[in-house]
Each structure stands twice: as C-alpha cells, then as structure tokens.
C-alpha cells in the first residue's frame, strides 16, 4: 500500500474509495479467518493498518479544509 505522503496527494473521493475497498477486503478476511480458511493473518493486519493509514489522512485534509 501507499505511504502517507503519497496518501496526502491523493483526492478525497480516491481516499473514500479505497477506505471502502479496505473495509470490504478486511470483511472477507474476517469471514475467512471465521471458517479457518485465511491463509496469510499477518495481511489481515496489514490492511487494518492500511485503513487506519487512509482514515488519518483523511481527517488530515477535512481540518485544514475546515480551518480556510
């Protein structure tokens, strides 16, 4: 995944966009991982910190939009 400074070059449509690619991937892991068929955990925890990634630059952008 991207680094947060290629993050913040991102627009806020492309960072909602993958926020929900991102929760939908992590619903399937979750599934998988329920029925004992996640091959890889450690990806699991790879695109929570993806998510978490995105979110914060997120809220980056909407408090600087906020404060013009």
Do not use: W, Y
């Not at 091959?39 to 404060?67: C, F, M, W, Y």
């Amino acid at each position: 995944m991207a680094t947060a400074k290629e993050l913040k070059e991102l627009s806020e449509a492309d960072l909602k966009q993958r926020a929900a690619e991102l929760r939908d991937t992590l619903f399937q892991d979750q599934l998988k991982r329920a029925t004992g068929s996640l091959d890889n955990p450690s990806e699991r925890t790879q695109h929570k910190r993806d998510l978490a990634r995105i979110l914060t630059v997120l809220g980056e952008k909407t408090r600087t939009e906020k404060k013009a």
